[in-house]
Structure formats: C-alpha cells, structure tokens
C-alpha cells in the first residue's frame, strides 16, 4: 500500500508526456541505431524523475487547495496517505540523483533540464495563476523536452517539428483548463485555480480551435517540407496527416462529449480509438522513415 502511495505521489502514468524526447530520435532517421537509443532512453528518464520532482514539489505547494479540489483531494498528499516530511526526503534524493547524472551528459542537455525543472517550479509558484502564461508555461515544458531530446543525441530538429510540437502543447493545455472549467461550472466553491476565473468555455472553444487548426497546418507542411523530403528521400509521410487530424478530433470529442481531458494521461492510456490511432501512427510513420 505504501509503494501504491509512492506510486502515485511520483505520478508514473504521467511519464508518457516525457515521450516527447524520443521524437528527435525518430525523425533523426537514428531510431535502430543502439547508441542513439541509449542515449535517448537515458534522457527519457532523467526527464521522468525530473516531472516526478518537479509533481511532488507542486503537491507540497497546493496541498490546502488539494483538499479541496473533488479529484485532487485523493492524491496521497491531500488524503493524508503520505506525510509532507515523506515527500520532502524523496524530493531531496531525486534531485540528487539527477544532479549527479547530469554531470556526464553534455552542457546544452543539462541546461535544458534545468530549465524544465526552473520553469515548472516558477510555473508551480507563480505562472500558473496568470491568465495565458499558464498555458504557455506547459507549452514551453514540451518544447523543451523535444529540443532536450536532440541535444542528447546532437542531431538538428526541424522548425516545422518544433512548432507542430508547440501548438500539440498549447492544444492540450487549453483542452485542460476546458475541462477543469466544466468540471467546476455547477459548484463556484469548488474552483482551486485561481485562473479559471480568467477564462470562460467560449474564450477555450476559440484558443483550441486556433491550436488545433495550427497543429494540422504545421504538421502538413512539415511532412512536404524540401528538408523533410531530402532527409527522408520519401514524400509519402504526408500519408501520417490522417492520424493526426484524427487524433486532434478525437481528443476534442472526448472533452465535449464524454467530459474528459482534465487527465492526458488517462486519454492517452485508456480510450480505445486513440490507442489505435496512435499506434498506427508510429507504425506508419516508422515505415514510411525507415
């Protein structure tokens, strides 16, 4: 039960976010090749232990709006599960452990994740409660977590790429503050977030329109781009566009609809359709590259 806690307070099903930094590798044409692998792989995780660091410091931070919060109030800080002293030791030998390990990577990596963690705890204290910036904030984490990937393995990434993946983020995140605003629209009292108050479901439904429809443009243009063409010597990975509008449309049909999409994570791990289309995806697109 203990580990269970612990399970939680580090937020493990969140770790799928960190797969951001695989993407260079994939569209590097590196993927099969061991020591890029490696290398990406070890960059995964220290960015996992970097998010868990960066979710049990927040917990510590919002832990009186947590209790008040109506899923929140579950996690093992709130509810009790685990003492604030418990999480403040794990957060001490986390920090230390990816401190040490970022002594033998390169200074461009180590920057960058140091500027995800800077960002996140700034972002914990202060950003999140400013209308815009918070979303921005969680955009940039993505963003960072993708150039991070390629300066692990030192390849060039794509401007294409980098914008696709900035508006994927921004996409997501306005989706997230919709659905927090649904889920609090019947009870004032229960708003934890001070920015909600900001926002309204109109003013949302137009940014996730505008993110969206730049998702699809990016990516689109990316696949045909004289650079991607070249690199990959195909210009077939226009084909991999369907997957992704799908994606785009199916997510937004989980929010309006089925009332989801405070939790990504939980999308991307248990809705069915979205599973498929994402493994597709990769299944595609690694045949199309490769």
Known sequence: MILKNYFKLLRVPQWIKNFFVFIPLVFSHHLFEKDYFALSFIGFVLFCLTSSLVYIIND???LEADKAHPVKRLRPLPSGALSKKKAV???AVIFIIVAAALINFNFSFSVSIAAYFFLNVFYSIYLKHI???DIFSIAAGFMIRVVAGAFIISVEISSWLLLT????????????????????QDDTNSITRKVLSSYSLEFT???AT????????CYALYTVSSRTVSVFGSENLIYTTPF???GIFRYMFLVHMNNKGENTTEIMLTDLPMILNILLYILVTTLIIY
């Open 60 to 62: 510590i931070i919002d």
């Open 89 to 91: 030791i794990l957060t």
């Open 131 to 133: 209308v815009l910036l």
């Open 165 to 184: 993946t900035m508006f994927v983020s921004l996409f997501l995140a306005v989706m997230k503050r919709q659905s927090e605003l649904k889920l609090v």
């Open 205 to 207: 439904n137009q940014m």
């Open 210 to 217: 505008v993110a969206s429809s730049a998702v699809i443009i």
């Open 244 to 246: 992704v509008v799908f």
